[in-house]
């Protein structure tokens, strides 16, 4: 490695973290408006359950989103206006899996409705060699397992308004058939490709795992605050060298210096590989298919 790949990747570590995630999101009297108290009132904790939640209840539900668009999740705390809106909710759709660490408290406050955990039911696999599944909340990226999510929306809705489970049960069956088919297409195209390929950070490890590839980071848990170290960012060249990978994937709301560093350094490209997060530019199922379609740029 020459000494301005080196001197670049030490400014990258110094400048750009994980954590330098634009937030331009509305304020919470914005998005809790437009309340209608004839239909049930659900809150999800953010975009994917947003959208599962919509799909799921269409004009029967009041769907709303509690962290903004463009703010990064995970550790996202609620305002005393969005505790105060969750507290006259029916539901709140979370994550589970500890992606909502701000649950807890609320319990605590004496939310007296139902917090609809769309983990469950979800077997969440380890490996002895490298426990990279473990803790990881991101089950939202395996088309697997979000139709199970779906499912337990459905089934929650159904409970809280039985009147409607028809018409609950009829959309989840839909829409999780849209989830089949992205899944169908995913395991077909990418069945004979190459398997590992280098993301920004350990997003896609249930993804990964699903559809047989091997996920590499430049971002991992192990790294502090969500910085790539020189070191860290050395070895990950080194791996892409090894490996013949030639591109590098970004995130959206990522500065993209570092991704560009690496793939300058093993004469490659940058796509971007998004988690979904922060941004609603598209459906679940178009993003999934724009990152799918980028894999299968990279590794097929």
């Keep these: 490695m020459n000494i301005q790949v080196k001197m670049a990747i030490i400014a990258i570590t110094i400048v750009i973290p994980l954590s330098s995630i634009a937030v331009y999101g509305t304020e919470s009297n914005q998005r809790f408006a437009n309340i209608d108290n004839l239909k049930l009132q659900v809150i999800s904790s953010f975009y994917p359950l947003h959208e599962f939640s ?6 029967k539900v009041d769907s709303i989103l509690l962290v903004p668009v463009g703010v990064e999740p995970h550790d996202w705390e609620p305002t005393v206006k969005d505790v105060q809106r969750m507290q006259a909710t029916d539901l709140i759709i979370i994550n589970g899996i500890g ?4 649950v807890d408290d609320l319990e605590q406050a004496g939310y007296t409705g139902e917090i609809v955990d769309t983990s469950n039911g979800i077997l969440i696999k380890t490996h002895e060699e490298e426990n990279h599944l473990e803790g990881d909340p991101h ?13 337990n929306i459905a089934d929650a809705f159904s409970n809280a308004d039985p009147t409607n489970q028809q018409f609950y049960q009829s959309n989840a069956a839909a829409y999780i058939k849209d989830l089949e088919l992205l899944d169908l297409k995913i395991r077909n195209d990418l069945s004979n490709c190459k398997n590992d390929f280098i993301a920004f950070h350990d997003a896609f490890s249930y993804f990964a795992d699903e559809y047989n590839l091997k996920q590499h980071t430049i971002i991992s848990s192990n790294d502090s605050h969500g910085e790539a170290t020189a070191k860290t960012l050395e070895n990950i060249i080194s791996t892409a060298k090894k490996l013949n990978i030639k ?7 990522v500065d993209t210096r570092t991704s560009k560093i690496i793939a300058n350094e093993i004469g490659g490209e940058v796509l971007v590989l998004s988690p979904l997060e922060t941004s609603s530019d598209g459906t679940y199922i178009s993003k999934m298919t724009k990152n799918f379609e980028n894999l299968k740029e990279a590794l097929c």
């Design 99 to 102: 992606f909502e660490n701000w």
């Design 54 to 59: 919509q799909n799921v209840g269409k004009e």
């Design 247 to 253: 591109v590098i994937f970004a995130e959206e709301s």
């Design 139 to 151: 089950i939202w990226l395996n088309p697997v397992y979000a139709k199970i999510q779906v499912q």
